[in-house]
């Protein structure tokens, strides 16, 4: 007696490669996307120690603003000395990343690169490697903590942003063509100290 042939879609043949075929791109997809997940979160807290040792520095070191603008800004009233200075938002200066105006490039430069050979400040680079200058925003703010005549000049608080820091996919962004994408605004603060770094004057 003649055996009937099996239809096309009675046969069972090759299954096994179909179910591989369909599943394993799924499962390169699931890999990249842990491995991403896990990269995101590696850069994103390198980049918040960077903005907190960052923040650290400028609230010990000299105003990164140009020139005078600083101390035209939290200026004090020698006729009301030891009166406190009451807080006010309203009073700050902004430099750096969307900011009118820039922030000192010598500055700046030894923040985010550190201090050159033999400096006990190796720069935010060395904890976050794809930081730069140009993406760095710092803003100065009157915070009611100082008091007019105080030698080393109002207490300010002192605020960092990250802006616009794009975020690399290398593998999602080979097998999907997804492009990076930006932190969202990165903001570290904190209140000054002596906002003096020359301990030739005493400070």
Request: glycine share 10%; charged share 15%.
């Amino acid at each position: 007696m003649e055996r009937k042939k099996a239809g096309f879609f009675s046969l069972e043949s090759g299954i096994a490669l179909t179910e591989a075929l369909i599943v394993f791109p799924i499962m390169v997809t699931a890999v990249a996307v842990c491995i991403e997940f896990t990269n995101v979160m590696y850069q994103w807290n390198s980049a918040a120690k960077a903005m907190q040792l960052g923040v650290r520095k400028l609230i010990v070191s000299d105003p990164v603003t140009t020139g005078s603008l600083f101390d035209d800004t939290f200026t004090s009233d020698p006729a009301l000395a030891g009166e406190l200075i009451s807080a006010d938002s309203s009073v700050q200066l902004v430099c750096g990343a969307g900011a009118a105006s820039p922030c000192d490039a010598v500055k700046m430069d030894r923040l985010v690169n550190g201090g050159g050979a033999g400096s006990v400040w190796p720069g935010l680079k060395a904890y976050y490697p794809a930081i730069e200058a140009d993406i760095i925003r710092v803003t100065y703010e009157r915070s009611g903590l100082g008091y007019h005549g105080r030698p080393a000049g109002q207490v300010v608080t002192v605020r960092m942003d990250i802006v616009a820091d794009p975020i690399d996919l290398p593998l999602l962004g080979s097998l999907l063509g997804l492009a990076g994408f930006n932190f969202p605004p990165f903001t570290v603060s904190a209140t000054s100290e002596d906002l003096c770094t020359d301990s030739g004057i005493g400070c």
